[in-house]
């Protein structure tokens, strides 16, 4: 099977975000980066299913500047076999722009199974996997977290609030990939030492004018917690009094 | 090009919050611009009888579209009657909850439209014809602005940022055939498991109490399920180490890679705050944390916090609850 996966590459979350000087992106210094988290359970799941049928290729792409080639091998270490990236400075805000470009990429690749995270860990639209299906006019199965296959037919579960659903539909397919399918393994040093030798391929990504824009990026406001308002089962009656009279969340 | 498309949201034959969630929002967008909001159900015959509420909550007209493959979830077939419809007519808007449903629906309709969308916005303004909208990224630590200038604007909300709120308008019922053939989509839902229907969920309570490791086994999940149940209308949460003990559901999972919830009241039980949790709850209305490490970075964000033993604290406290509730 031939499988691509879309990943992109974001700072890790464990931090506090400074504002860049723009107010229209975050301050990058000292921040470190990853693949991201969806991204990187689509990574895994890709790789388990080569491995499962021992056959087929995993191909990586990514949208943005050269810094994305770090996050590219790094998919190669963990086992990719050859990544493709699309060349832009920096990933624009604007989903349908970006999954235009992904698309024109993925078109005419003869991949089964096209694979994207849910949705990136930073601008979080979650739109990108779903849209480049339609313009490639391939069948789309949203945030699953069970893949299983049955002859050329995929079985996949989604989540839903307080339900899930059981999907099928044949391949070729795009599936985005939820929490719960698998959990990136870690780059061995053997892969990392094979993924500096294995094909990454630069192109020039192709945009389309962008018409989602980001205006504006701040902080949210500082949540004044830190009360502690008494210790044990003594405090309880304090606590109730509390959420009735002043948070006015019990009645 | 100033009406409003709705989608209204149904599951199982009934109409989600989700549905009066997206006319409330959407009869906002409508009053801005002096359009109509319009809302559109899919269903197996007979969902046109649940279109009242739609039109007590804000919609000037119910597109009824009802057909047997619309008896479970249908992406294709729902997308593709959705965005013939947006091009049929006079709209400038397509909108709904960005609920499990509404975020696989939204970009669909967007790509058929050939226009990017705002997604899961928490607010947003209607601004000389244009949607400008807020969205929290980075697991919830920053704030966008995002200005759509494209035609027509797609934009899905938040679950909970828009609460229905009660505008009776005519709601005057429409059919309409749906576009294609629903039975022959690729995409087929073969099933859709009810899930447990006394079980309230996350994504709609106003109250959730979420219990982690502090709890020490599954079995003391119990103590979290009677306080919610004292409560009357609260969901049940978890963090990660427990649904990845197994001792809940990963569904139940909030934070970073799980649900992104802001309830009212966010009662926080043997839960010490990693940051991967905090980014799936911080923007909960009230926080309540229970714990014994009164160093717990929980405590940072908690509006009232008790330092002590969860198992101890917790049969207090819903017993209290209960009786507060009663008087």
């Known amino acids: 099977m031939k499988i691509a996966v879309c990943l992109k590459r974001v700072p890790d979350m464990d931090v506090r975000f400074k504002i860049a000087a723009s107010g229209k992106a975050v301050d990058e210094a000292g921040l470190k980066f990853d693949i991201s988290d969806f991204d990187g359970y689509a990574v895994e799941a890709a790789l388990q299913i080569k491995e499962k049928l021992n056959a087929g290729e995993v191909v990586v792409i990514s949208l943005g500047g050269d810094v994305v080639q770090e996050t590219l091998r790094k998919a190669m270490s963990m086992g990719a076999d050859r990544a493709v990236q699309l060349r832009h400075d920096g990933a624009p805000v604007d989903s349908f722009a970006v999954a235009s470009a992904l698309a024109a990429e993925l078109k005419g690749g003869g991949y089964d199974l096209v694979m994207f995270g849910r949705m990136s860990i930073d601008t979080a639209h979650g739109a990108v996997g779903a849209i480049a299906a339609e313009l490639l006019g391939l069948p789309c199965v949203t945030a699953i977290s069970k893949l299983e296959f049955d002859g050329g037919t995929a079985r996949m579960r989604r989540e839903l609030e307080g339900a899930f659903e059981l999907v099928e539909c044949a391949l070729p397919a795009v599936v985005t990939i939820d929490e719960g399918i698998a959990r990136p393994r870690y780059p061995s040093l053997k892969g990392i030492m094979a993924a500096k030798k294995k094909p990454l391929e630069t192109k020039p990504a192709q945009l389309p004018a962008e018409r989602l824009t980001l205006t504006a990026m701040a902080l949210p406001p500082e949540r004044t917690g830190g009360r502690i308002i008494g210790e044990g089962p003594d405090a309880v009656p304090e606590l109730v009094r509390l959420l009735k009279e002043e948070a006015k969340v019990l009645s | ?327």
């Open chain 2, 1 to 327: 090009m100033t009406n409003v498309l709705a989608f209204a949201e149904a599951r199982g034959g009934d109409l989600r919050r989700a549905a009066l969630e997206a006319v409330t929002a959407a009869r906002i967008v409508a009053d801005a611009s002096g359009g109509q909001v319009h809302a559109i159900i899919f269903g197996a015959p007979g969902i046109g009888a649940k279109a009242p509420p739609l039109g007590a909550h804000g919609a000037d007209a119910v597109v009824v579209v009802e057909h047997a493959a619309f008896a479970q979830n249908n992406p294709e077939a729902v997308s593709t009657t959705i965005a013939a419809r947006m091009k049929s007519g006079s709209y400038g808007t397509f909108l709904c909850t960005a609920s499990a449903t509404g975020k696989d629906i939204a970009p669909r309709v967007a790509a058929k439209l050939g226009v990017p969308l705002a997604a899961d916005v928490t607010s947003f303004e209607v601004k000389g014809g244009a949607i400008s909208a807020v969205h929290p990224g980075y697991t919830g630590k920053v704030m966008q602005t995002v200005t759509l200038t494209a035609t027509p604007a797609v934009i899905s909300v938040r679950p909970g940022a828009y609460l229905p709120k009660s505008d009776a308008k005519a709601g005057a019922v429409e059919t309409m055939a749906p576009a294609g053939d629903p039975g022959a989509s690729r995409v087929k839902v073969t099933e859709t498991t009810a899930g447990n229907a006394a079980k309230h969920d996350l994504g709609e309570a106003r109250v959730i109490i979420s219990g982690g490791r502090g709890l020490k086994e599954a079995a003391n999940f119990k103590l979290v399920e009677d306080l919610a149940a004292a409560f009357g209308n609260a969901a049940v949460g978890a963090t990660r180490a427990v649904t990845d003990d197994g001792w809940r559901p990963p569904a139940d999972q909030i934070g970073q890679t799980g649900r992104l919830v802001s309830p009212d009241l966010y009662v926080a039980c043997g839960i010490s705050g990693a940051i991967q949790h905090l980014a799936g709850m911080r923007t909960s209305k009230t926080i309540v944390a229970i714990n014994k490490d009164k160093e717990a970075p929980i405590f940072k964000i908690a509006d009232y916090g008790i330092v002590g033993d969860v198992l101890q604290v917790l049969p207090v406290l819903t017993d209290a609850v209960k009786k507060a509730r009663a008087g």
